[in-house]
């Protein structure tokens, strides 16, 4: 199959999935030097908000250093060329978070919901669409359904007005065969015009390996992050996908020397730890589990004394999904209680 000359949407994540291993507290430099740069390396589209998307700021999630109207009203205006994304979850975010989106300029909404939850993202799919605004639906922990059922997911949001529909490997659980497996599926049974998305993590190393998959299953805008900066071993490194597309002949628009300098000059040096495949991160696409309970798992693994890899596999054991991050305290305190019993203590 030749890919050459294909335009890809890359999609940048390092203002938004990077809030995560940042506990959201980027600061309004930081995402100003970051977005001029990615906007300076030819970046099309760059996602700012709280990692858990508009309205995300709460007890539960995390309170970021600044609200997203700050992020947004920030970033904005300073863009050339670039254009700016939001992410929503519907019951975290709401329409009036949307509006005001829309009226600080944001052109594309990504509305994401689980992958077995599409018919939450109705209310939201279509308001944008009646703002005008690029429409995205967003299947988040994709490895938990078939490809069967993600084609009802896709078509149930590309129904309510959806341009482009997402299969996001939440967890970095997927493989390149289940990658192809999904996409193709979702790619036949869309519209031609309804475009195709792919948003992978790296905790099994798998990011570029992945994206390139959902390439040639037909995927169009692909998500990466700046050194990968993300939720566990962070996203699909974009500097190495540029370059790896680059050398196949795809067109992405990014300069392949202008991004490597991003993430060297401006990414890595905020990170307030290296993003890599730790045993922790590396569990989590092991065992299925939602990439941003990485820190609340190291947390409340901390608090009662239980391993986060352990606490880890039995939340992937568990099925837990993105919005349960308060049964994460509950799951290690009952793992303590478990083990405590088993000792006699
Ligand atoms: C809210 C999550 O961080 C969305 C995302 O990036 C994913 O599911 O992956
Ligand atoms: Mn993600």
Partial sequence: MTLQGKKITLHDMTLRDGMHPKRHLM???????????????????????????????SVNYGFPAHTDEQYLGTVVPLMKQ????????????TVDHLKMAHELGVGTIRVATHCTEADVSE??????????????????????????????????????????????DSAGYLLPDGVRERL??????????????????????????????????????????????????????????????????????VDVWKIQDVAEDRVVPIMDFPIRIDRDALTLGY?????????????????????????????????MVGGQEDMIEDTALTMARQRAAQAGV
Avoid: W
């Fill in 287 to 319: 065992a299925g589990v939602y990439g941003s309970f990485l820190l609340f798992a190291k947390r409340a693994g901390a608090r009662y004394g239980i391993p986060a890899r352990d606490l880890l596999v039995e939340l992937g054991r568990r099925r």
């Fill in 82 to 93: 670039a254009r700016v994304s939001a992410l929503l979850l519907p019951g975290i975010g």
């Fill in 184 to 253: 193709s599926a979702v790619r036949d049974a869309l519209k031609p015009e309804t475009e195709l998305g792919f948003h992978g993590h790296h905790n099994l190393a798998m990011g570029v390996a992945n994206s390139v998959a959902a390439i040639e299953a037909g995927a169009t805008r692909i998500d990466a992050a700046a050194a990968g900066l993300g939720a566990g071993a962070g996203n699909t490194p974009m500097e190495v996908l540029v370059a790896v597309l680059d050398r196949m002949g795809l067109e992405t628009g």
């Fill in 123 to 168: 209310q939201h799919i279509t308001q944008a669409r009646k703002l005008g605004m690029d429409t995205v639906g967003f299947l988040m922990m994709s490895h938990m359904a078939s490809a069967e059922q993600l084609v009802t997911q896709a078509r149930l949001m590309e129904g309510y007005g959806a341009h482009c529909v997402y299969v996001t």
């Fill in 27 to 57: 600061t309004l430099e930081q995402m100003s030097s970051i977005a001029q740069g990615l906007d300076q390396a030819g970046v099309p589209l760059i996602e700012v908000t709280h990692g858990d998307g508009l309205g995300g700021s």
